[in-house]
């Protein structure tokens, strides 16, 4: 479905010239939930950019259900970190939610129906008629997730969605992801430099590098379908798969390069 | 505390107008150059009672309005393309800073040897003076673009003309109408100034008039009517400004969550 070839990006400015991603091949599969998790600083953000197509990479290509991206895809629906900024604090919650709908070919009806189909799915319904800004700031990122579900992509990425709320709101988040991913069947990739959120919501988990980007490893994450906060948190694997991640990343930030091929197991060695 | 506040101002209101009416009967200034209140009030209600005087207010208005639409479209339109066009911002950067400072009155002579003392010139002062106003704030203002907003826009593929309705114009409202409210005050005081030194028909041609013809009373009450105006159209655009604006940060206050 989404397919990372030989990603590089270098920022060039003003005498410097920084390379923020190296090289990155990757796929996502159709209706997978991969997590993306890396040392803070690594180009994650950047990464997404390119993939959502609001960044020309200086080198390879991303492909998007078979077709090159070139500019934002019509498939692709982004949730930002900054709920905040990212609504128009100018448009009712509904009308947030309706905007990006008004580009597609859609009868007015079909919109609605969209628009409350999605504020339903968040729970968000009663606030249809609200500003954002008068909502708390979990209530404002399920409105952005509600804005990226009535658009229907093919894929969601969502770019540390949730580092800006509190813990409690962020569990319950992320479980509302889960279940969405679930009852929806999506693709998602959901960038986070937390590595319990990684391994609780993931299918898979990539692992990068430290900047110059690449990738580090990619993990397959053995846990039951039906996760949740109280049980899965406290099962040895997750534990172990935990671990494992967090020794990568540690390890990652000392710049620790591992071996030139980019190991790709399916369970982590036993300790 | 808002009745307070009400009451307090009534008080120092009264208290001036009482002033203006003892100093002068007192002996303290000259009552010819400086009418008691209670002239310049019946002078006043003479002004309002002659049909001469109601003209002469519609045809200030009728500058004053037109002159600021005439400003205020061009200021939105032209401020909005030269930050959307790639370098024509830093291109016109200079020659908007030396055009700016140019006091309008300063182009008084021009006005007359191009349109006389017509309409037309107190127009050409009053579109100058207030254009800047605006220009400059639509500039400030679509500056402010969030940089998450933007993406936001562009992710969900809205085209340029879409993210210029949807995000960069409600993002700018704020400073454009900072700048129309500051426009119709400078546009009002050019075009009274325009009427009294070209001498086109308006209140500022009648102050002339009844300066000339030693008619004091009569100009100190012409003089209340255009600060009255001033006053109107201040209020008239914070309200506008409130309305337009009930979602922005400085009319919505805190809001608890």
Redesign the interface.
Known sequence: MLDVRGLKKVYEGSGRRVEAVRDLTFTVEAGELVCLVGPSGCGKTTLL?CM???LTPTAGEVHLAGRKVSG?P?G???V?Q?YG??L????RVADNVE??L??KDLSKARRRELVTDALESVDLAEAAGA?P????GGMQQRVAIA?ALA?EPEVLLMDEPFAAVDAQTRADLEDLVRRLWRERGITILFVTHDIDEAVYLGERVIVLSASPTVVREQLKVDLPDERDQLHTRVTPRFAELRTHVYEQIQAAKRGVVQDAVVTKSDTPPLR | MRFQNAALGAAGLAAFLALGEAVPRLGLVKEEYFPPTSRIASAFADELSDGAFWTALGDTLTGWALGLAIAVSAGIVIGVIVSVVPYLREATASTIEFLRPIPSVALIPLAVLLYGSELRSVLLLVVYASFWQVLIQTLYGVQDV?P??D??A??????TW?RIR??LW?TA?PYVLTGVRLAAAVALILAITGELVIGAPGLGARIAVAQNSQAVPEMYALIVVTGLLGLLINVGARTVERRALA??QSV?GE?V?
């Open positions: 950019k959502g197509g609001l934002p019509p692709m629906a982004f930002f900054e900024r990212s128009f604090p100018w448009m905007l990006p008004k580009q500003y800004w008068q909502l708390s804005r658009y | 969030d998450v907003a993406e936001t562009r992710s969900y593929g809205l085209g879409a949807h995000v409600p409202l979602w922005h919505r809001v969550v």
